[in-house]
C-alpha cells in the first residue's frame, strides 16, 4: 500500500508508542547516516533548524531533508569544509488500521472493532525549540548553510526557523 500523507501523522494526542521489544514488524528507519562531512573541522559558526510547532515527523522525512542539505553543501561548499548532524531520532512507531475500499468490503472487515493497526514506520516526536538538524560552517560560508537549511526545512511537515550561533567567542552573532 502507498504511504498516506502527511498529515495523518503529523500531530499526536497521547503518549509515544516506542517500546520496539513487545511490537512485533517494525520496520527500520530510513535514516542511513546521522552525521556527515567533516567531523574534526575547524568552524565558527553553527546553524540550527529550530521547531516552532510540536509535531512529529516521519523517518522518511528526515531522511528527505537530510540528503536535500547535505547535497547542497557538498556541492557547494565541498566535503570537507562542513559538518551536518541529524539531532532526532525517530523512536515513535506508526501504526494504521487498514481499510479495504472495493465494493462488498464491508463483509470482509470489520470496520472499527479492534481498530488498534499494524506497524508502518517510524516518526520523531519534536516540540517548539526542539533542534532537529545542526550545520557547522566556516564564516565565508554562513549563506550557504543557510539556504541548506532552507531546503532541509522545506522537506519537513512543521515550521521551522534558522538559527546560528557563534562557536568561537568574539565572533559576531548573525
Known amino acids: 500500500m ?5 498529515r495523518c501523522y503529523t500531530h499526536f494526542s497521547g503518549p509515544p508508542y516506542t517500546r520496539r521489544e513487545y511490537i512485533p514488524g517494525v520496520p527500520q528507519p530510513k535514516i542511513v547516516k546521522f ?16 521547531m516552532i510547532e510540536a509535531g512529529q515527523i516521519r523517518h522518511n522525512a528526515l531522511e528527505a531533508a537530510r540528503v536535500m542539505a547535505n547535497k547542497y ?11 551536518l548532524k541529524i539531532r532526532v531520532y525517530p523512536h515513535h512507531v506508526l501504526r494504521e ?9 464491508d463483509r470482509l472487515q470489520d470496520g472499527m472493532r479492534q481498530a488498534f493497526g499494524k506497524p508502518i514506520g517510524t516518526a520523531a516526536r519534536v516540540y517548539p525549540g526542539t533542534i532537529v538538524m545542526e ?6 560560508h554562513v549563506e550557504h548553510a543557510k539556504e541548506a537549511l532552507r531546503r532541509a526545512a522545506s522537506k519537513l ?10 562557536l568561537k567567542p568574539g565572533l559576531k552573532p548573525i
Open 2 to 6: 502507498p504511504l498516506r500523507p502527511a
Open 35 to 50: 552525521e556527515m562531512g567533516n567531523v574534526h573541522g575547524d568552524y565558527d559558526y553553527r546553524a540550527e533548524l529550530v
Open 157 to 166: 511537515p512543521l515550521p521551522a526557523r534558522i538559527v546560528f550561533k557563534p
Open 97 to 105: 488500521n487498514k481499510m479495504m475500499a472495493f465494493a462488498g468490503a
Open 135 to 140: 550545520v557547522r560552517v566556516r564564516k565565508e
Open 73 to 83: 553543501l557538498s556541492s557547494t561548499v565541498g566535503d570537507q569544509n562542513y559538518f
